[in-house]
Each structure stands twice: as structure tokens, then as C-alpha cells.
């Protein structure tokens, strides 16, 4: 139904990591892989998390997400299992729904302007649907920038 005043749904599948599970495991389509936000998760100093968001079939341009940041290209590490769990989510499942208030989002520009996607819930078994502006205004702390190349 809705939480944080969005309308959204929940998909249960099986756990997906990969492109390939998403075909093999799930019954979303190409058109649903294309109307997706595909999130990954880095740190960029001990206890810095930052999400990155970008269009399901593109892919993050590092050097345009570290000036986002202001960090250097080589700060971005990607996260480990113990970041992700601090956050309550799993590898496959990255979700740029995160409400920890230390924790940055940066969007790809062409995010907001999505409309209805599919992103990750935090854990590998559960894609959610929302409307993309909904889901880039409950981050706390947004960064909007061009990051993905296709």
C-alpha cells in the first residue's frame, strides 16, 4: 500500500546477485530490467557509505561519481558485507532506499525522471516498485548528477 505517504509494491522471487539471475530467477522482463534503478553501494572512508543510482541497463561512471562526491577517483571502495549489513541489506538486494542519515545517494540525473521503476529492498529475494521521484525524495541525503554511461 504505502509508507513515508508513497505507494509502492512489493515483488517476492527468488534471491537475485546478477542480470542473469534476474532472467532466470524472476519473471521480469527486459522492459522491466529497462525501468529499473540498479544500486551499488561504496565506501569512501571508514564508516562512509555512499549509494549510487543509475538506469537498470547502464552502467556507473566512477570518475563522475567521485567529483559528485568530492572525493578522488581511487577513495570509492566498493562496500563489503559488514557495510551492507549496517544498513540492513544484502548483496543483490542494494536498495537507494535508505533512510541513515549518514549514508549519501547520488542519482544519476536521468533517475528522478524515470517514473514507476523497480529497485532493490535491501535484501535479494524482495524488488520493490515505487515511482522513481518518490524514491530519490525520501534519501535523505541526495546527490542528483550525470553518473552513468550506457
Known amino acids: 500500500?504505502?509508507?513515508?505517504?508513497?505507494?509502492?509494491?512489493?515483488?517476492?522471487?527468488?534471491?537475485?546477485?546478477?542480470?542473469?539471475?534476474?532472467r532466470a530467477r524472476t519473471a521480469f522482463t527486459e522492459q522491466n530490467r529497462a525501468n529499473s534503478v540498479k544500486t551499488m553501494a561504496f565506501v569512501t572512508a571508514p564508516g562512509d557509505v555512499v549509494l549510487a543510482a543509475v538506469p537498470g541497463l547502464t552502467r556507473i561512471r566512477y570518475g563522475p561519481l567521485a567529483s559528485a562526491l568530492g572525493v578522488k577517483r581511487a577513495a570509492l571502495k566498493p562496500a563489503d558485507e559488514e557495510a551492507l549489513r549496517?544498513?540492513?541489506?544484502?548483496?543483490?538486494?542494494?536498495?537507494?532506499?535508505?533512510?541513515?542519515p549518514r549514508v549519501t545517494v547520488v542519482f544519476d540525473s536521468a533517475v528522478p525522471l524515470m517514473g514507476r521503476v523497480l529497485c532493490g529492498s535491501g535484501w535479494p529475494q524482495y524488488t520493490v516498485?515505487?515511482?522513481?521521484?518518490?524514491?530519490?525524495r525520501l534519501a535523505p541525503n541526495v546527490v542528483i548528477a550525470d553518473i552513468a554511461v550506457p
Open 129 to 136: 516498485e515505487a515511482e522513481s521521484a518518490d524514491i530519490v
Open 86 to 100: 549496517q544498513l540492513d541489506m544484502e548483496p543483490g538486494g542494494v536498495s537507494p532506499l535508505c533512510a541513515d
Open 1 to 22: 500500500m504505502s509508507a513515508a505517504d508513497i505507494a509502492f509494491e512489493v515483488h517476492r522471487h527468488e534471491a537475485i546477485r546478477t542480470a542473469e539471475d534476474i
